[in-house]
């Protein structure tokens, strides 16, 4: 059984500029989480994906954009980047039928935005 | 605004010791209170959690003990090793949202 991978595991962009993170989900989870954990903080809800449709969405700006796949994986776009978007984006996957319950997290992708 | 208020920030416990952390939250829609470990690197990993139905939930030597009517819960660690030394959240789930605590560094010397 693989765990939840995601790519890449660091990125340098400039303000201003787009990003594209990726994330393939654990097997068998048919639902996707994107949390931002800035610096020496908790991981932050950005939204959630359950049957390619977002099914929930924290408290973040619409230049945080996403897709489910029908294989489940998931992409997280963000536009327009800013200084204060240099985070830790963790993406996670649970089962059966999406929920907070029981996510199981990749190791993330590190963001610095310049 | 800060969903999951968590204490202390760090923490340093010798080996064999108790560690405990403690988090204490506001909305009583949560229903599902996860702790979380995270190593250096690593995403976060649950530990144990539970629901507010019950008062206390062990597995090994980690414990949650949950007060509903103080809106409080705490992890407990007994015996504490080294190999726990890492960063530890708390987090409280309302429908599709895990709300997190700010994280509690937890460093055991041997």
């Known amino acids: 059984e693989t765990g939840v991978t995601q790519s890449p595991t660091h990125l340098i962009k400039t303000r201003g500029q787009q990003v594209t993170l990726r994330c393939s989900s654990q097997s068998g989870h048919n639902t996707v989480s994107w949390y931002q954990q800035a610096l020496g903080q908790g991981p932050q809800f950005i939204f959630q994906?359950?049957?390619?449709?977002?099914?929930g969405r924290g408290n973040f700006p619409p230049r945080f954009s996403g897709l489910q796949f029908p294989n489940y994986s998931s992409e997280l776009n963000v536009n327009a980047l800013e200084l204060d978007d240099s985070a830790l984006y963790l993406c996670?996957?649970?089962?059966?039928?999406?929920?907070?319950?029981?996510?199981?997290f990749g190791a993330g992708s590190r963001l610095t935005v310049l | 605004q800060q969903q999951v208020k968590q204490s202390p920030q760090s923490l340093i416990v010798q080996k064999g010791g108790i560690s405990i952390i403690n988090c204490a939250y506001e909305n009583t829609a949560f229903d599902y209170f996860p702790w979380y470990q995270q190593f250096p690197g690593k995403g976060p990993a649950l530990l144990i959690a539970?629901?507010?139905?019950?008062s206390e939930k062990k597995e090994g030597r980690f414990t949650i003990s949950f007060n509903k009517s103080a809106k409080q819960f705490s992890l407990h660690i007994m015996d504490s090793q080294p190999g726990d030394s890492a960063t530890y959240f708390c987090a409280a789930s309302e429908a599709n949202n895990l709300f997190f605590g700010t994280g509690t560094r937890l460093t055991v010397i041997p």
């Open positions: 539970i629901r507010p139905d019950v």
């Open positions: 994906y359950y049957r390619e449709e977002e099914n």
């Open positions: 996670a996957s649970s089962f059966p039928s999406g929920g907070a319950n029981v996510l199981t």
